[in-house]
């Protein structure tokens, strides 16, 4: 084992022990420029804790930084709070090599982990508001299902007023800073993060959130599984997470586009003019240019949803399908908008992407919007009158913030 990965401080009795992915472009589907971290942390209580483990690739990492602070054989428990495989690839290496007294996750989480790993780990179920004395410090387990797994649960580090939140308020991150103070340029990638992982369990948020409210635990520090630590702007992410799990629209629309011969990005521009004129906030998306995972995001706080396809052989066309499938796989509330774009015989793909967005639910704002071939100006001016009263329509439901 080297020496080379080394623990961060994060109280006195707590140690950030996790991984930096820095080449990580890719996170099922989602987008991460900017990798990621898998953070785990150590507990030196009296009996020592792991909380977490990292990507199964990482383990060697994660021990060395466990090391650079304790003997690893010392740990007496690992909390798993969640058995996706960014966090728990590593957890039999780490079991195996620590021998603890005890691994614990929730219900669903030990099941989880046996549907993983197809053996036994020794997990030990806890139940919601279990509490673990570690020696010293006391540990209390809080499930939240769904937020974004069934198995989903948060460990409250009483002593030292640290709540070890797994994949809720994390985003993806890759940075030598551990903590938020350090990596003010965060913004984007909570948001993106919530749209692309938290969007659908948007009511469950809010249900967490008061649990959390119910419990009154004197936070201190919310400890993620994924980019920094929250030690000074505790309230912000809070705050952030009930704004965005309200979908509360705001008068902002996105144009979301692929075009074969550039006539439904004629169609796209000329309708986002109107959406503009009609006083609608308006981000035009070309996905030969915006991954879908960003273009979620963009979609986060927005009132409109307007989407472009040609018509490629009597279907949407596939780009503008994959976006729609991943789009209505997050279940976004409160949007308005249509669908447009061209065709050759038949409108067969604008009608189908019109028949998606009701399916989404996404409240039409007006007709469908489609073309011969090549828009001519009737055409184009046809779009912007489309893009102008799908704005009146927008304007007219959601307040002015
Ligand atoms: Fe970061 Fe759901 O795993």
Not at 71 to 79: A, E, G, N
Not at 159 to 183: C, K, P, Q, Y
Not at 278 to 284: A, L, P, Y
């Amino acid at each position: 084992m080297g020496e080379t990965f080394r623990a961060v401080k994060v109280t006195d009795k707590v140690y950030w022990v996790g991984a930096i992915d820095w080449g990580l472009r890719d996170f099922h589907g989602y987008s991460t420029k900017r990798g990621t971290t898998y953070n785990s942390y150590l507990v030196l209580s009296e009996k020592p804790v792991l909380i977490d483990a990292v990507k199964k690739e990482f383990a060697g990492e994660m021990l060395e930084r466990v090391s650079s602070v304790i003997d690893p054989s010392r740990i007496k428990t690992i909390v798993s709070n969640h058995a996706e495989m960014d966090h728990s690839g590593s957890l039999p290496f780490f079991i195996d090599r620590i021998k603890p007294e005890r691994v614990v996750a929730s219900a669903m989480g030990q099941k989880a982990l046996s549907d993983h790993f197809h053996k036994d780990l020794g997990i030990t179920a806890v139940k919601d508001g279990q509490t673990l004395d570690i020696g010293g410090d006391r540990l209390a387990f809080h499930e939240s299902r769904m937020l974004h797994w069934p198995d989903s649960m948060v460990t409250w580090l009483e002593g030292e007023r640290v709540l070890f939140t797994n994949d809720i308020f994390g985003m993806h991150l890759a940075s030598d800073r551990r903590f938020d103070d350090e990596t003010p340029d965060w913004h984007y990638e909570a948001a993106k993060y919530y749209a692309n992982i938290v969007l659908p369990y948007s009511d469950l948020v809010l249900a967490f959130a008061k649990k959390l409210q119910a419990l009154n635990l004197p936070l201190k520090y919310i400890a993620p599984d994924h980019g920094p630590i929250w030690r000074k702007d505790l309230s912000s992410i809070v705050q952030l997470y009930l704004k965005w799990a309200q979908q509360k629209p705001e008068r902002s629309a996105i144009v979301v586009f692929d075009t074969m011969w550039g006539s439904t990005q004629q169609l796209a521009r000329a309708l986002s003019e109107g959406l503009s004129e009609g006083g609608v906030s308006t981000k035009v998306l070309p996905l030969k240019s915006n991954h879908r995972s960003d273009i979620v995001t963009e979609m986060l706080c927005a009132g409109g949803l307007f989407v472009g396809t040609p018509t490629m052989n009597r279907e949407i066309y596939p780009e503008v399908a994959d976006v729609l499938t991943y789009i209505k796989g997050l279940a976004p509330k409160n949007l308005k908008g249509l669908a447009f774009g061209s065709y050759g015989w038949t409108p067969a793909g604008q009608n189908n992407a019109a028949e998606m967005l009701k399916a989404m639910k996404v409240q039409p704002a007006g007709e469908t919007v489609s073309c011969k071939y090549v828009p001519d100006a009737a055409a184009l001016r046809a779009a912007w009158e489309a893009g102008l009263k799908a704005a009146q329509a927008i304007i007219r439901d959601i307040p002015d913030a």
